[in-house]
């Protein structure tokens, strides 16, 4: 059986064939480092385009990339999906499209490192420290909206709850992932909603964000995320997701290696 890796990279793609190939080279490249042991999944959401074949011809060139093949359901399904699959000690949501560039990884690292360390830690638009670049004024107000109705209903405090990039210990995954219930773009609104209930802390960090022009994200799909955040506080209502908690898994969680402690080891498309 194969080394377990430290860093387990889940990435939902819908029809990314025009740049997946350069999202797989780049974790080559720029992931790769001394003492950070990685595995790629990608998990293909019922692609009409040959997104499947390209992450299909790398995985046979190199088996830290993985193909996770799934009906077309939506974001939140393809996430957990690629939850499921992962083996890491700790697993990071990534987007396709490479909106953060991969110098922000340490961020992720250095706070996971912290005594102190969350077992969440989710990239963040809004905390200091953070960049966008290219973002449409109209994205900007809507996103700012839908964030201040998720602070309002589900998780006060947490200032972007919708940004791709977040990191979770093999402890949260395995905590969280089996009462994930919703497909769509409020996936994430309904994961940090269980942690808290969960008890699992999270902090924000803030990341450089080059928006991608084409998002798909439309109107209806903002309005449907709207709808879901309203779902997750009714479940909570029946006794649904108070259920979760924390729960640990055969192995030890690590701790990544700092980027200011480089030794200190061991211890999309869909973006709206």
Not at 67 to 85: D, I, S
Not at 220 to 243: Q, Y
Request: glycine share 8%; with cysteine; proline share 6%.
């Amino acid at each position: 059986m194969a080394e377990r890796p430290f860093l387990s990279i889940v990435v939902p793609a819908y029809n990314e064939e025009a740049v997946i190939g350069r999202f797989i080279e780049s974790v080559r490249t720029d992931v790769d480092r001394p003492g950070l042991t990685w595995e790629a999944i990608i998990v293909d959401d019922g692609s009409a385009d040959q997104t499947a074949r390209v992450v299909r011809e790398a995985a046979g060139a190199d088996d830290r990339i993985r193909l996770v093949e799934a009906p077309h359901r939506g974001k939140g399904a393809a996430v957990r999906q690629g939850f499921l699959a992962a083996r890491g000690q700790w697993i990071l949501m990534a987007d396709a499209d490479l909106s953060m560039p991969w110098d922000n990884l340490s961020r992720f690292l250095d706070a996971a490192a912290q005594r102190d360390a969350p077992q969440i830690v989710i990239g963040s638009r809004e905390a200091p420290g953070a960049e966008r670049t290219g973002e449409a004024w109209s994205r900007r107000v809507s996103g700012r909206v839908f964030n201040a109705l998720v602070r309002l209903f589900a998780v006060p405090g947490i200032a972007d709850s919708q940004c791709g990039y977040k990191m979770l210990s093999a402890d949260a995954v395995a905590a969280l992932a089996p009462h994930l219930t919703l497909d769509g773009f409020a996936f994430d609104v309904e994961l940090l909603y269980l942690a808290r209930l969960a008890g699992f802390p999270v902090r924000e960090v803030g990341i450089t964000c080059h928006c991608r022009q084409d998002s798909r994200v439309r109107v209806r799909a903002g309005i449907a995320s709207v709808v879901d955040v309203l779902r997750v506080r009714m479940k909570a209502r029946v006794g649904g997701p108070d259920k979760v908690r924390p729960t640990s898994y055969n192995g030890r969680r690590g701790r990544p290696a700092s980027a200011s402690s480089p030794d200190r080891r061991r211890g999309s498309s869909y973006t709206p």
